[in-house]
T-cell receptor
């Protein structure tokens, strides 16, 4: 299965600023996703990062707040824009081969974001 | 009804005992299912994949009941290292995570 390098691992940011999180996969993958996990909660899907086209956002998430890039099959970024304390959370990227279901999807180690 | 429902627990299990818990899902189109485990402050890690009626991997057994739309996970001979949150994940085009079942194995 793919190995994902995610950075930064953590950050403390001022409200109103933006943070870009990067995920690098060690092999080409068809699918990449971005999740958010708030304390004590499960993972909430933010969007599917589509290679070469705009990301597909889930209900409650918009491109202006969470712009996503995916320039190729091994790399994606998520930006958390105009941050407020409510954005404090763990952000995780996930990647996998859509047709190779026996491997599931692997996750980056997460970015722990605190907005002050 | 939530897309994925799990008993949050915690299930307190003596070391060496067996524990089982279920996950119900609403989308009958789900063809594949995963169990992930998540340790505190870590990312989820794939535990098992389930495509047909079930799967077994060592001490872990997953059973799928499509008619009733639930999937179960059974852990035999529990180890202290099995303490974690277990996330049920049906796949229908994308992964939708349940809230997780917390398992605490005690000495």
């Amino acid at each position: 299965s793919a190995v994902i390098s995610q950075k930064p691992s953590r950050d403390i940011c001022q409200r109103g600023t933006s943070l870009t999180i990067q995920c690098q996969v060690d092999s080409q993958v068809t699918m990449m996703f971005w999740y958010r996990q708030q304390p004590g909660q499960s993972l909430t899907l933010i969007a599917t990062a589509n290679q070469g086209s705009e990301a597909t956002y889930e209900s409650g998430f918009v491109i202006d707040k969470f712009p996503i890039s995916r320039p190729n099959l091994t790399f994606s970024t998520l930006t958390v824009s105009n941050m407020s304390p409510e954005d404090s959370s763990i952000y995780l990227c996930s990647a996998g081969q859509g047709t190779l279901l026996n491997y599931g999807y692997t996750f980056g180690s997460g970015t722990r974001l605190t907005v002050v | 009804r939530k897309e994925v429902e799990q008993d949050p627990g915690p299930f307190n299990v003596p070391e060496g005992a067996t524990v089982a818990f279920n996950c119900t899902y609403s989308n009958s189109a789900s063809q594949s299912f995963f169990w992930y485990r998540q340790d505190c402050r870590k990312e989820p890690k794939l535990l098992m994949s389930v495509y047909s009626s079930g799967n077994e991997d060592g001490r872990f057994t997953a059973q799928l009941n499509r008619a009733s739309q639930y999937i179960s996970l059974l852990i035999r001979d529990s180890k202290l290292s099995d303490s974690a949150t277990y996330l049920c994940v049906p796949l229908w085009g994308k992964l939708q995570f349940g809230a997780g079942t917390q398992v605490v194995v005690t000495p």
